[in-house]
Nanobody, 122 residues
Framework: QVQLVDSGGGLVQPGGSLRLSCTASGFTFSTYVMSWYRQAQGKERELVAAITPITIAGVSTNYRDSVKGRFTISRDDAKNTVYLQMNSLKPEDTAVYYC????????????WGQGTQVTVSS
C-alpha cells in the first residue's frame, strides 16, 4: 500500500538547521510532484516547497516567499526520498511539516505523510 514516512523534525534554536526526509513506497515515486507543506497551530496548512519529476529537460522547484534562500527541496528517485534542507530557521517556521505526493493522470492521486514537528525556539 501507499506509504509516506516523514522524519527529521525536532527542536532547534533560531538560526539553526534541520533536514527533513520523506521516504515513499507503494507507488511510482519518480513520476510524482513531491511537496512539503506545513501547518502551524491554529493556522491553515500551507505549501512550503515543491519539486517536479526529473525529466530530460531537468527539474523545477518552487518555494513560498518566506523560505526562499533558506530552504532547499531535493529528491533522490533511487531512494524514493524527498528532502527539505532548512537553514537559518526562525521561530515562525515552527509547525508540523507534511510530505505530499501528487500526480494527475486522468484522476488525481494525492498522498500525505504523517507529519513531523519542527520547533524553533531558544
Amino acid at each position: 500500500q501507499v506509504q509516506l514516512v516523514d522524519s527529521g523534525g525536532g527542536l532547534v534554536q533560531p538560526g539553526g538547521s534541520l533536514r527533513l526526509s520523506c521516504t515513499a513506497s507503494g507507488f511510482t515515486f519518480s513520476t510524482y510532484v513531491m511537496s512539503w507543506y506545513r501547518q502551524a497551530q491554529g493556522k491553515e496548512r500551507e505549501l512550503v516547497a515543491a519539486i517536479t519529476p526529473i525529466t530530460i529537460a531537468g527539474v523545477s522547484t518552487n518555494y513560498r516567499d518566506s523560505v526562499k534562500g533558506r530552504f532547499t527541496i531535493s529528491r533522490d528517485d533511487a531512494k524514493n526520498t524527498v528532502y527539505l534542507q532548512m537553514n537559518s530557521l526562525k521561530p515562525e517556521d515552527t509547525a508540523v511539516y507534511y510530505c505530499n505526493a501528487r500526480r494527475r493522470q486522468g484522476r488525481l492521486e494525492d498522498y500525505w505523510g504523517q507529519g513531523t514537528q519542527v520547533t524553533v525556539s531558544s
